[in-house]
């Protein structure tokens, strides 16, 4: 069950055929790979997962849309990450295709699950590793996510929203390591089982640290190889780099795309541009991209999506950018970070007895400083004209806002949060592109780019290696 919106009901559709066989696509396909498909895995959001092969050893994911950070392990030993073999999409013919008022869906019926392809008729698949869930497995690394975020509540002082994300930026932060060991044997009664998931969850961590930045870390992304080793698996909203390209961003604090375009993602211009736009979405695994829908040229600050038909929301004309940069993603945790930490930024004192007792008319003056090119630049001016609030008022409503303690992602996805765009993007500091949850789409990820002279765009590239046909 695949990305369907959750007022889809299946029962709606029915199949082409009567007589059809709810195993027939399964077999199809496996006749194509001249392999067997068995049973089902398991299956969510991201896809359907079968195995595959005649020993079993093998598993095939199938997904209505290409999962870059999944495929960029291709044919790697990357320790502590589910092995993949191959990957690509097939189109599908619409005899295996369900109906809805007369007319052909995108919706495959299987014997235990829907699958969905995506808007050209095509499914992607992804042959990897088999592993074996287990839910002891799950629900300790649950329990662990659960309490370092009751540690850093309690002993930190800090919400947290993504207690694994946290603990895997973290993992070798001996300070924080040690306090939460020492809290895990004074609180909990079963410590020794509680330590010995941390020890493996570290070990894999720092292992998959070396090659990806795991933005987006859940309990039900770990399992078992065939061996018993733990291994992560859908390492869905990551980043891949190689060891020099993680040293290089340490260094540097960004790398510039310019000068490391690939020829296979060169290769993908050499067509029309929507052509060249669709491939740099659903087949590029090579370099990451942030999309634009614009009436102009892309400038600074600039919101952008990873989401091409997201994009074409924006307006008539799509460009995107070529990217390498690490990105910072602002979620309530971080923005309670910043809450605490902008004063000293600011260079305010503040008493000992109140963080919050400090001239309120400096704190702003401060503020304006940060806001003034954005101002001057009339990039607020949206969301100005639309909550119908002068440049005071923006002021007010973004030292409010610091000095509240409201969640950011109930304000996230809402108009004002551009109202808050520059005060994240002076926090940011070293980092050019930030991500926050946005309210476009239906609920998304958004991101925005500060300097976009960094990067080579899409219709530059285009224009130097397309070709109209």
Do not use: C
């Not at 392999?35 to 959001?45: A, E, H």
């Not at 008729?121 to 690394?141: F, N």
């Amino acid at each position: 069950m695949v990305y369907i919106k959750t007022y889809e009901n299946f029962e709606s559709y029915s199949r082409n055929d009567s007589n059809y066989d709810k195993g027939a696509f399964l077999d199809w396909l496996g006749t194509k790979f001249g392999q067997g498909i068995g049973s089902l895995l398991g299956s969510g959001q991201s896809g359907s997962v079968f195995k595959f092969g005649k020993n079993g050893k093998r598993a095939i994911k199938l997904s209505p849309k290409a999962e870059l950070d999944t495929y960029s392990t291709i044919n790697k030993s990357i320790n502590g990450v589910v092995k993949v073999y191959s990957y690509g999409k097939i189109k599908v013919p619409t005899r295996f295709l369900l109906k809805a008022g007369g007319k052909v869906s995108n919706i495959i019926e299987t014997s235990w699950s829907y699958i969905s392809l995506n808007k050209d008729g095509y499914i992607y698949y992804i042959i990897m590793e088999r592993l074996y869930t287990d839910k002891v497995l799950e629900d300790d690394i649950e329990d662990l996510q659960d309490l370092f975020e009751e540690f850093y509540e309690v002993v930190q002082g800090r919400i947290l929203e993504h207690g694994l994300r946290r603990l895997f930026e973290e993992r070798d932060d001996m300070q924080i390591l040690l306090k939460f060991s020492d809290y895990i044997r004074d609180n909990v009664s079963n410590s020794d089982d509680i330590m010995d998931t941390l020890d493996k969850t570290l070990i894999l961590f720092r292992e998959i640290g070396k090659n990806f930045d795991w933005m987006d870390i859940h309990p039900r992304q770990f399992a078992y190889d065939s061996r018993g080793n733990i291994k992560a698996y859908d390492l869905d909203n990551s980043y891949m780099l190689s060891s020099d390209e993680v040293k290089n961003i340490i260094r540097e604090n960004y790398s510039s795309s310019k000068s490391k375009l690939s020829l296979e993602f060169i290769d993908l211009a050499r067509d029309n541009y929507e052509t060249f736009l669709d491939r740099t979405y659903f087949d590029n695994t090579f370099h990451n991209v942030l999309y634009r829908g614009y009436f102009g040229d892309l400038g600074n600050n600039i919101f952008m999506t990873d989401d091409l038909d997201h994009a074409r929301h924006y307006g008539e004309e799509i460009d995107g950018i070529v990217y390498f940069d690490n990105i910072l993603h602002f979620d309530n945790a971080l923005f309670d970070e910043l809450r605490l930490d902008l004063p000293e930024l600011l260079e305010i004192d503040i008493s000992k007895d109140s963080e919050l007792d400090y001239d309120q008319s400096i704190f702003k003056e401060k503020l304006r400083e940060i806001y003034l090119p954005y101002f001057n630049g009339n990039k607020l001016m949206d969301a100005m004209y639309q909550l119908n609030i002068d440049e005071d008022g923006v002021i007010d409503y973004v030292y409010d806002m610091i000095n509240s303690t409201k969640k950011y992602r109930l304000v996230s996805m809402s108009k004002s949060n551009d109202f808050l765009i520059p005060l994240l993007m002076y926090y940011a500091k070293e980092y050019n592109i930030i991500s926050f949850w946005g309210s476009d789409y239906g609920g998304s990820l958004e991101f925005v780019v500060g300097d976009i002279s960094r990067y080579d765009h899409l219709s530059d590239i285009w224009k130097k290696y397309g070709k109209d046909l």
